[in-house]
C-alpha cells in the first residue's frame, strides 16, 4: 500500500508524520517514506509494508496533503506502475535526469583497451555535446579463453578522460559486488570526476545476488539488462530484486533476445516491448541496438539496420539508447564488428533526433491544448 | 544469369532479340524476358536459364542496350537481390503501384461477418481516401469448431462495396486453390469493380501446393506471409516458389513469430526484419501490427501497442500495413480483441503519417543533392 | 457428449436405437454411431452433437446396455479423453492393428528414388518379418530448386514390391488432395497389393485445407506429424480437423520442434511428448527419430544418437516409430544424412527391442496381479 | 596439446619428468600434471599450455611411457574430448566414484525446510540403500518476495543427519562464493559426517564470477546445471569456466530448457543431449526430471511423466539422476507440485533400475565378447 503525498510536499510537513504515524498503529506494518525529485516537481510517497490487506484506505485518504491511495500487489511491489496508480517520476544522477519522459544516448566503447580509443572517443562525444557514455572495464566472455577487460586497472584513467571531456555518466558493467567498492574507490580517488551507472548484463539477469550488492547501495543507479533466454515477466521480477534492496534509481534496457527466428541478427530484437515495460513499471526504458543487431549490414537506403532499430525503439519511446562506438572497429577486442566508427557518429545522432521527433509529435497530437 | 537492360528499352529493341538469340546458343540455355514497368521507368531483364555457369559475361556486355550482366546464384533466384546486383522496380496491380519505395494502409475486415460492417469500413476508409484494403472470406482457424468464414458466398457483395467506395485492391486470403478461381469469377462477375491481392497466411507459408497455385497464375499479385515458427530465411525460400512458378508480382509481409519471449504480445513482433527483407530481395515489404500485438494495450502516452509496432516499421522503410479495424469489435467473428475500432483510423492514419515522414527525412540525408 | 455402450454390444442391440432415439427427442441434438472393432473387443460410442449442455445424463445410465456417459468439451472433441473419461481403443487396417498398447516400427525411404532401392529396402523389412513401411512419393522441400519427389509415376511399382514382400501398411506423404485419389486408384490398379497410411507431414500441420480432405476419407488412416514450430496444443487442434470431418483413425506422430537449443541435433527432441499426447488424446503415438536428430553422430558407447532418441521414444510407450533408411545413404536425392543404412536395420530393430521390453516391465509393475 | 601417459603409470615414473622437461624447453610453453584415478585404473596426463602449435609430437611418441599425443582446441580445452582423443575416466569424491559409465540416483530436498523433512528423506533414502542425495539450503528464486531457502543456518543439522543416515554426497546449490566457504566450514565442523557436490544453477549459468569461484577450489565437485535460454554449446563454454580455474571434478546436469514448445511441461525436456554431452566432453552427465516436467500428471499406463522421462534420461546413458523428493509436498515452499512422495520413492527406484538395465544390454550387444 502506497500513499502518495500531493506533490511538492514540504519535507517538514506534520501531514507527512501523521500519516506516518497513523500507519504504524496497525499491527505488523512498517513504513518507508520515499522522496523523488522529479523534473518539474517531487514527489513524495510512503510506503506500508507488511499486512496492510487489512489496513482501510479511507483514514489515508482524509488528509489534505494525501494525493491517493495505491493498493499494490506483491508483483513488482517497488518498480511497478500498479494499474496505473502510480507515476513515473524519474530520478537525478549527477546533473542527469533520467525518466519516462527523457531522452539520453550513451554511445562507447564495449571495452576499453587502450587510453587513445577511450580519449578519442570521449573526445567525439563531447564534440557533438554529448555528457553520457558506455564504457565496459569487466567483461564476461562466453569463453573463459576470450579477453576478459582491463578491470579495475583502467578504471582511473577512464575516469579522469570522461571528467576532461564533460561526461557526467558512464554505464558500466560489472559482474562481482568487488567491482561495485572498485568503482566507487575509483570514482573517490579521481575527485569524481565522472560518474558511473552500474550495468547488470544480460547472463547475470537472474544472478541474483549480484542484483542485491546493487541495490543494497543507493550511491550509484542501475541499468538492468533483460535476461536474453527468459520472459519479460522474468526479468521484471529479477529487476525487482535490485529494487526491493532499496536502490529505486533503475533503468531497464532492452537488448534482443536469443532465438533462431531472429537470424540474420545476433538476437531478435525486442523494442516491440517498449511501451509495454514503460505501463508495467516506473523505470525509464534503454535499447541497445549494437547487440540486438550484432552486424553492420545496411539496408538498400544505405541505412544501418542498428540505425533502424534504434529509431524504431526512439519512435515507440525509448528514454536511453546504449550504442558500441569505436574509434577503430577492426581493432576491438570484443564485439568489434557491431561498433559504429566514431565518424558514423554525427549521422547516428542525427536519424535519433528525426526519430525522437517523431515521437514527440505522436504524443502531442494525444495532448489537449 | 540475368542480363539488366538499359531502362526505357524500347519492347521492339533489336539488341533485346540479339541478347536472346545469343544467349540461346550456349547448350541447355533457356530464356525469359521480364519487363517490369516501375514508377518512373520501365526494366527489362533477361533471365538465362540452365547451365549458365559457363556462360561467359563478356559478348552481353558488349551491347550498347545492355547495362549489366548479374549472376545468381540459386538461392533466392527470383526474388533475391543478389548482392545488390538488382534493383527493386516494383510493380502494378489496378492503378496501384507497390514498390520498396511506395507506401500503402490496407486497413479492413480480418474476418467479413455483414454487409452493414464491410459497407461501412470501406466507407470510413473512402472517408480519408485510402484506396486498399483488407477483407477475410476464407479464415484459417486453430480449431474446426471457430468460424471458418463466410467464403465465396460474400465475394459478390464485398467486391460491389468496395467498387463503390473507391477500394482499388483488396487483401484477401486463400486457403485452397478453389479459392483463386473463385475469387477471380466472382471479380469477374462484378465487371472488376474492385482487386485482390491473394494472401498467404502464416499457416500456410509452407504449404507449396498452395504456393505453386498462387504462383501458376499472374493475374493477381500475392501477399506472403512470414511463418511463425520458421527462420527467415526458410520463408524466403517459401515464397521462392511463388515467383518460380511464374508470378513475380509478390509483396512479403512481417506478422511476429510464435515464442513466449514476446509476451505479453500474442506474437514477437518481428519488424527489425524489414530493412534485412529489403536487402535480402526484390519485394516491397508488408507489416501486420494486429496479428503481431494482439491486443490492445496502451503506453503511459496513450498510444496503443498497435500504433506503436506500426510506426516502428513504417520508420524503417515498410512499404505497406496490414491492419483489422472493425466497426464493433466486441461482435467480431475472429480477432476482435485486436481491431482498432473505425473511429480510431484517422488518428492511426495520421500516426502513420509521421512515421513515414521520419523514414524519407532518414532516408533523405543520405541522398547527395 | 458420449454415451458409451457395454463392449461388444451386438450391432442390432435394440437398446442402442433406444439411445439413439432418447437423444433426438432433445432439440437441436443430432447423433453419430461410433463402432470400434478393438483387439481384444469391439466398443460402441453413440456421439450426441449440438446443444447438449441441457441433455441430462440420468435417463441414459439406466439403460442396461451403457456403461457410462462422459461430458465432452469441445476442445479435441474427437481425438480427446475427455479427462480420462473414454478409452483408446484403437484401430485396424489391412490386416495391422494400432493402438496405445500396440508397438510397430516402419523403417522406409524418406523419399523413393530407384526400384532398385526400394526393392532391397522391402526385402530387408521383409527378412526381419516387418510388414510396415514408409515410403516418400511427394517430397514437399523447403526450396522449389530441391528434388520434389517422384509422385504419382512411382507407386506402381512401390505397391507392387511391397505387396511381393508382404508389406502391409506404407506411410506415405500427402501434400495435396489429389495424392489421396492417385494412392486411392494406384492401390486399387495393383489389387490392393499393400495398403498406405496417409501422412500430413509438419509443415502442412496446419494446412487445415488439407486436413479436411484426409478426414473426409475413411478409406485410409493418417499420420499426423506435429507441426514444427506451434505448441502441442496447437497441434492436436490442427489433428481434431482431420477426425471432425469423420475419419477417426489417426495416429499422432512427434517429429522434433525447431529451436537453436536443440542443436547440434537437427529439431529438438520432443519424445518427453508421448505420455501427454497418451493421456490427452485416444490416439496411438508414433515417434520420428530420423527427422528430430537428423545426422549419424553416435555416442562414445558407440550407439548412433538416432536410436538413443528412439528408445527414449519407446521406453515411455511409443506405439510406432517412423525410421529412415536407405540402401546407398550417400545417393539418397533427400535426407541422406540421417538415413540408416540397411545392415544396420537389425541392430536398430534389436535396439528397440530392449527399450520396448523395459516399457512392458515398467507397465507390467503397475498392474495388479 | 595433452600427452597421456600409459594406465597406472607411477607417479615417480622418470619418464614423467623426462616429457615434462621437454615441453619446457619450447618457448612459451608450461605444463600441468594431472593425475586421474578411475575405478580400475590410473590416468596420467601431462597439459602442455602455451603456444603449442609449433610443439612437434614426434618426439613425445618416442617415449616408452606415452600412450598418444592429443592436439586440443582452444574449445572445450579442459572438458572436451577433442574428437575422442580423451577418454573420459571419472573421478572419485568421498567413496562415490563418478564417471560416464556409472549410475546414481540423488533424491532430496529441493528446500530444505525442516529437521523432521530432512530426517525422514534421508532415512527414506537409506532404507533403499541410496547413498547419494541432494538438499537445497541456498535458493534462487524468480521472485524477491519467494522463499529464499534457510542459508547456512541449515547446514550443521543437515550435514548431521545425512551422516547419521550414511549420505556420502549430496547436491547443494550455490549462488555466491561466501556459500562454498560457508559448506566448507560446516563440513568441518560437522567432522566431515558427509560431502557436498557444488551445484551451479541454471540462473548462473553463465554467472562467470562463481563459475570461476567453484572451479577455483578442488576440495568439492561441481554440478553444473545447464542455462535454460543458451545453447549447448554456450553452456559448455560456461562450464570451462569450472575446469580452466583448476577444478576438473565436474558433471554437466541437463534440466530442460525454456520455452513454449514443451507446453504443458514447465521446461521442454532436453535428455536427448545425453549422448551428445557424453561425446563432446569427458564429463559424467545428469539428469533432473523434476524441474524439466514441474508436475505431476501421469501417463494412461499410471506412470508419471517424471518417472517416464527419468527413464528416457537413463536408457540413454545418463549417470546421474536428481530427483525432487518430500515427506509432505503440499507443505514444500519451493516446488512441491514436482516432488515425489517418500512412499513413491521405491517404485521410481524400481522403474529406474529396468531403464538402467536397458541401457546396459543396449551396450552390451556392442562389446564384443
Known sequence: MIIVMR???????????????????????????????????????????????????????EFESVEKVVRITQRYRFIGRHDAGLEAVGFE????????????????????D??????????????????????????????????????KACLPWVFERAGRHGIKM??????????????????????????????????????????????????????FKRGMGITLEESLNAC????????????????????????????FVDFAHVPVVKRQTRLPVCVDPSHSVGRRSAGPDGLLDIFHVTCQGVIAGANMVLVDIHPAPDEALCDGPQALRLEELSAFMEDVRIARAAYEARRARLTPR
Open 7 to 61: 506533490a511538492d510536499l514540504a519535507a517538514e510537513s506534520p501531514d507527512l508524520d501523521r500519516v506516518v504515524a497513523l500507519a504504524r498503529t496497525f499491527p505488523g506494518v512498517t513504513t518507508e517514506v520515499r522522496r523523488i525529485q522529479g523534473a518539474t516537481r517531487s514527489v513524495t510517497e510512503v510506503y506500508l509494508l507488511g499486512p496492510t490487506h487489512v489496513v482501510p484506505s479511507t483514514p489515508f485518504e
Open 170 to 223: 558512464i554505464a558500466m558493467e560489472v559482474t562481482h559486488e568487488d567491482h561495485i567498492d572498485e568503482i566507487r574507490a575509483a570514482l573517490k580517488d579521481t575527485g569524481f570526476a565522472t560518474g558511473v551507472m552500474l550495468q547488470v548484463g544480460t547472463r547475470n539477469a537472474q544472478n541474483f545476488e549480484l542484483l542485491k550488492a546493487v541495490g543494497a547501495q543507493t550511491e550509484l543507479p542501475v541499468l
Open 93 to 112: 544522477y549527477n546533473g542527469v535526469f533520467l525518466s519516462q519522459d527523457t531522452f539520453h544516448v550513451l554511445p562507447g566503447l564495449c571495452a576499453v
Open 240 to 267: 525487482e530484486y535490485v529494487a526491493s534492496g532499496g536502490n529505486r534509481r533503475i533503468v531497464f534496457c532492452l537488448r534482443g533476445v536469443k532465438t533462431h527466428l531472429g537470424d540474420p541478427h545476433r538476437n
Open 114 to 151: 587502450t587510453l587513445e580509443h577511450v580519449d578519442r572517443t570521449f573526445a567525439a562525444l563531447a564534440a557533438l555535446g554529448i555528457i553520457t557514455a558506455r564504457a565496459g572495464a569487466y567483461k564476461p566472455r562466453s569463453s573463459p579463453y576470450d579477453f576478459q577487460g582491463l578491470g
